[in-house]
């Protein structure tokens, strides 16, 4: 599946930004997850929904981040609230098959002042 991920920015620490993920092929019956990858670090899990619709969170986004999903558009998103600068990285949308994941090119969020 083709993932295309859109919304990134420069934001302000304390700002908001609203990540979408468009899929190329019908997501209903998968999981669907965001990543991320900060300069010299790993690919972290950032939030993942079910496809029933329940989510996951890494515990360092918890209470700012929401992830959604509208299966009739095929499409995933994230809302970053109260952003920080430590939620610096590249944003990837993953679509979930039971042993392996499709990813999509990266949308780059940066929070500077």
């Known amino acids: 599946v083709q993932l295309q991920a859109s919304g990134g920015g420069l934001v302000q620490p304390g700002g908001s930004l609203r990540l979408s993920c468009a899929a190329s092929r019908n997501i209903f019956g998968y999981a669907m997850a965001w990543y991320r990858q900060a300069p010299g670090k790993q690919r972290e899990l950032v939030a993942d929904?079910?496809?029933?619709?329940?989510?996951n969170y890494a515990d360092s986004v918890k209470g700012r981040f929401t992830i959604s999903r509208d299966n009739a558009k095929n499409m995933v998103y994230l809302q970053m609230n109260s952003l920080k600068p430590e939620d610096t990285a590249v944003y990837y949308c993953?679509?979930?098959?039971?042993?392996?994941?499709?990813w999509g090119q990266g949308t780059l969020v940066t929070v500077s002042s």
């Open positions: 929904i079910s496809s029933g619709g329940r989510t």
């Open positions: 993953a679509f979930l098959y039971p042993l392996r994941a499709d």
